[in-house]
């Protein structure tokens, strides 16, 4: 099978494979989408992600696809279901998993970073972290899940309550998402903070009430002159310490402030603690997907979450070297790996 093979920083090589071995509780999946991640670009530039990642191994953890062959033990799928997974396996027995805290898991398998991925023809999952896809979602879409459901665990851990003021940092994906979920929150306003014009564009076809260009415009100044002068809650979706310290800053009395972007793991941020104590602030990290892949499935199959206005290419597992390695080529929009092509 044809797969894009990680061998250590800015070596990713496509080349053939042996398709996976099937155990009892495995299900074989034909990959069919396979999006890329930041987690993936952390990865690449030899930075720790979510997760450890040994080389050589196959990246891409969200990912969807049919169904080719399963286990003898497996029940609940068979050959030709259309699927998508939750790439985070837990052991179930650790100490975190026994505490309800299953994401901070002592043992996790993680597909796609400490096992083989979907950046691959085929990839073999746990049954128990296969999903079916609903009527209504395509391929596209199913790989979209994942990171819809990290985006839901960030979301509740938010409490945003209707009416309240909600600024997004950051117009990509996850940040277009953030924006909708807000809204679905209950959010009365909601304010995008993006310097790149086409994405603000998509953010108010998508229900943003206000867009800022934070190289041309005073951010502080649009939203007191838009009306928003008690932000509730701001959601750091880039991943910078100029933007997180951007939340600190633009975030109202009592607000949440969630550091949903990730940064690199030797960055630092400066913060007054002044500041936090003054406007009694509560400043939040989110931590993957805990048992929102569901959810997340519904959301999509119901059409009350657009996650196709952000996808800006599908494309071949030839592309996948350059789109990691350029950033310019990401600021584009979300690409789809189709391993087919």
Not at 3 to 10: E, R
Request: charged share 20%; aromatic share 6%.
């Amino acid at each position: 099978m044809r797969s894009a093979v990680f061998y250590g920083k800015h070596d990713l090589r496509v080349e053939e494979a042996s398709v996976p071995q099937v155990g009892s509780q495995d299900v074989l999946i034909q990959v069919k989408a396979c999006g890329v991640c930041g987690t993936d670009v952390h990865i690449y530039q030899g930075d720790k992600g979510a997760a450890e990642v040994t080389p050589p191994t196959i990246l891409g953890h969200e990912f969807s696809g049919v169904v080719a062959e399963v286990g003898n033990e497996v029940k609940n799928f068979k050959p030709g279901d259309r699927v998508c997974i939750d790439p985070n396996c837990y052991c179930g027995k650790c100490e975190p998993c026994q505490d309800g805290n299953a994401h901070f898991c002592q043992h996790m398998i993680g597909y796609g970073t400490t096992v083989n991925g979907g950046f691959a023809q085929y990839c073999a999952v746990r049954e128990s972290q296969v999903y079916p896809l609903g009527e209504n979602t395509s391929f596209e879409q199913g790989a979209m899940t994942e990171p819809v459901a990290c985006c839901l665990h960030g979301i509740d851990m938010c409490e945003i309550k209707p009416g309240y003021q909600v600024v997004v940092i950051g117009g990509g994906m996850i940040g277009l998402l953030m924006l909708q979920l807000a809204r679905l929150a209950g959010a009365s306003r909601i304010a995008l903070v993006e310097p790149v014009e086409a994405k603000r564009q998509v953010a108010l076809k998508l229900g943003a009430d206000l867009c800022i260009d934070p190289v041309n415009q005073d951010v502080k100044a649009c939203l007191e002159k838009a009306g928003m002068n008690w932000v509730r809650t701001v959601i750091e979706c880039v991943g910078k310490p100029a933007t997180i310290e951007q939340a600190i800053d633009i975030a109202g009395n009592k607000a949440v402030v969630m550091m949903f972007g990730l940064t690199k793991p030797e960055e630092c941020i400066s913060v007054k603690p002044f500041q936090i104590f003054q406007k009694e602030l509560t400043l939040k990290a989110s931590y993957i997907n805990p048992y929102t892949q569901k959810r997340a499935l519904d959301l999509i199959d119901s059409g009350k979450l657009d996650v196709t206005s952000m996808i800006y290419e599908v494309c071949g597992l030839e592309k996948l070297d350059e789109i990691l390695r350029d950033p310019a080529a990401r600021a584009k929009g979300k690409y789809i790996i189709s391993p087919e092509k």
